[in-house]
């Protein structure tokens, strides 16, 4: 059994004088059985116990004890400095406030629309290390940055029992798809906290193999609305429909929805019935996408659907170009141990240019948008887009203040 550094530096102390001490022969058997317990190399092993709690004498009152484990580490040059960091914070706010991970795989593309556009100023030296610098060291430096920023939602979906046997079940592990095109799509409510009445929703459209997320806000979570969100949406695609994944609300599990797969030549399939993982893939993008850009409060005015989809036309456009992900390649259980393991991080327009099965009519057509986009722009049309809405929602809810106060009076003077 190995022992440990702790009790390798007690079994160190209390053999070095008695090895110092002994002659020759001792010696080798006290370092055979030190080397055998400590597994050192012998060199080493001898070196330390000649070393270790040696006194050295300066002068004729000071005595000097030698500690070998106590190692004198000397400063480094500081390479990633305060020059480095307040850049970098920079990029970090335009980006979405990335991981370190997703963070250094976008930073090269990232760097350079910034710079073509004049939105950053750097010179060469802190350009180079902003684009060599690892994961670590980016959450290292943003550690600070991130206590600065330091709700759950409720699910919506009523079951569609109508056609549900003609719909056949697909689970999260038949999801294999080699190829774009096959699509989980998903509901997202607006009710902030009261279900009565209408209230907005957004249709979430999330491509398994590239990752691209689309998303439509609606008025209510009437078939005809989200039929419509979802024709939309498919011709934003830069790829062909191949196939639709739904939970069994039914808002998707309905004739209308039904005939028009059948037409279109689409396949249709749905999740089991209170079995969220089924979706994983479109659930992810509910929060990440969705919540994170809009939040959970109430919208069910035309005005804020309205708002809603201005947000939702600059945020396709941010998350999908600019916004890397990482994929889930394999998983592996080992006891209570679940060790994960997922590609590199790329954007979805990125995986877009990489398939193979997309035309390259379809890739020059992104890849043209791609170089029209300044991202800090896009950046600030969303926070400028989300401050209108949080401006909207202060002013319905102070309002409905005035009115309950108004109410109260009058109950008092009666």
Known sequence: MRLTMKERKAVT??????????????????????????TYNRHYAAWLLRQHDRKVFVGRQTVLRADLHNKVCFPRELIYDEAVKVPLI???????????????AAMPEALTNLMRHGRIQIDSDIEEKLRRISASTIDRLLLKE???????GRSHTKPGTLLKHQIPIRTFSDWNEKQPGFVEIDLVGHDGGDVSGDFGFTLDVTDVYTTWTETEAVRNKAQVWVFEAMVQIRERLPFALMGIDSDNGSEFINAHFLRYCQAEKITFTRGRAYKKNDGCYVEQKN??????????ARYDTEEEIDLLNALYSHLR????YFQPTMKLIEK???????????DRP??????????????????????????????AQLKHEIERLQKALEKLVTAKRQEREAKKGVCSLGKIRR
Request: proline fraction near 1%.
């Open 13 to 38: 102390k209390g053999l070095a004088g008695q090895y110092r001490r002994s002659k020759k022969g001792a010696k080798k058997g006290l370092l055979d059985s030190f080397t055998e317990s400590t």
């Open 146 to 152: 991130r206590e600065k920023y330091v709700l759950k």
């Open 287 to 296: 929060y990440s996408v969705v919540r994170r850009a809009v939040g959970y």
């Open 346 to 375: 790329k954007t979805p327009y990125q995986r877009v240019l990489d398939c193979l099965d997309i035309s390259s009519e379809r890739k020059e057509a992104v890849r043209e948008i791609y170089q029209s986009l300044d991202l």
């Open 332 to 342: 592996v259980r080992t006891g209570a141990r679940v060790k994960k393991r997922y």
């Open 317 to 320: 456009l941010y998350t999908n």
């Open 90 to 104: 920079e990029v970090w706010e335009v980006m979405d406030y990335l991981c370190g991970k997703r963070l250094v």
